[in-house]
């Protein structure tokens, strides 16, 4: 490669895009992109095939050369991890909204809604941005010392502890309606 064009290693449709972006940087001074940030392109391998590639690089400037350092990396492997992310979510997601459960997502340790499924806002009559909105608990009115925090969550016990301990019956209160604003 020494002594080649860097555009070898670039499918032909990306090279003028790329010969664009070195003549403004010759010519101004400025980047396309910000500075120390890198860039993602496509490579060309020697046996032609692409993959995606990420490329950060500096402009020298002294009084006998113009260089480009840099440094270019197969992110290949990244963007396969992404795509299965991605599926995953997806298929998350999906469970999730059609469960015909209520289901819901909170935070520990503010307790404060995060997501509902479609067959929680059905059952309690809460509306998804009431839900959200909401940082209380769900249990019915009347009991006389509050919930522990764990009690709330529903966690498992400690360990040690009997599996006899691990179901929990709750009562909920619903939005009045269908139901008759009773706890579940």
Known sequence: LVGQNIAVLQPERVRPLHARAMQRLLET?????????????????????????????????????????????????????????????????????????????????????????????????????????????LHAAGRREPLSRDHRLGHPPRRGASDAHLHREHRHVVQPGPLGGRPM
């Open 29 to 137: 001074g400025k980047r396309s992109h910000p500075a120390r940030q890198p860039i993602e392109s496509i490579a060309l391998h020697r046996d032609g095939h692409e993959f995606p590639l990420e490329l950060s690089y500096s402009y020298i400037s002294t009084d006998q050369d113009e260089l480009f350092v840099g440094y270019a990396r197969d992110i290949s492997e990244r963007r396969r991890q992404e795509e299965a992310l991605r599926e995953s979510e997806a298929r998350f997601r999906e469970l999730f909204e059609t469960n015909p459960h209520p289901m819901w997502v909170y935070d520990l340790e503010t307790l404060a809604f995060l997501a509902v499924n479609d067959a929680a806002v059905r059952r309690y009559g809460y509306s998804r941005d009431e839900f959200r909105a909401m940082v209380r608990d």
